[in-house]
């Protein structure tokens, strides 16, 4: 499957941001969903996951209560909808696809990966 990230951008702390990421190949629907991100000279980290069918989404705490993950498997596309930002949600923003059964938080257990989209979050 290939993975297209797109929406990152400039915005103000406080403001709000929506990523997407269109997904080609095989089929979306069989793939756990996650989004990722990379701040510079830090290591990637987890930031959400969302089941196959959407019915279940998993968030780390740092984004909890402020971002929203979502997909439509029609679309081939999953969402990211990010509120409340903070300087420190400064990053490169990427979405991933994972084959396993169970929701992953780690990012060597994703099988492919988008390129990934800076979001850039001013105090």
């Known amino acids: 499957v290939q993975l297209q990230a797109s929406g990152g951008g400039l915005v103000q702390a406080g403001g709000s941001l929506g990523l997407s990421c269109a997904a080609s190949g095989r089929t979306f629907s069989s793939y756990i969903m996650g989004w990722f991100r990379q701040a510079p000279g830090k290591e990637r980290e987890f930031v959400s996951a969302?089941?196959?069918?959407?019915?279940?989404?998993y968030y780390a705490n740092s984004v909890k209560g402020r971002f929203t993950i979502s997909r439509d498997n029609a679309l081939n596309t999953v969402y990211l909808q990010m509120s409340s930002l903070k300087p420190e949600d400064t990053a490169v923003y990427y979405c991933?696809?994972?084959?396993?059964?169970?929701?992953?938080?780690?990012?060597?257990?994703?099988?492919?990966w988008g390129q990934g989209t800076q979001v850039t979050v001013s105090s």
């Open positions: 969302i089941s196959r069918n959407g019915g279940s989404t």
């Open positions: 991933a696809a994972d084959l396993s059964v169970v929701m992953n938080t780690k990012g060597y257990e994703y099988d492919y």
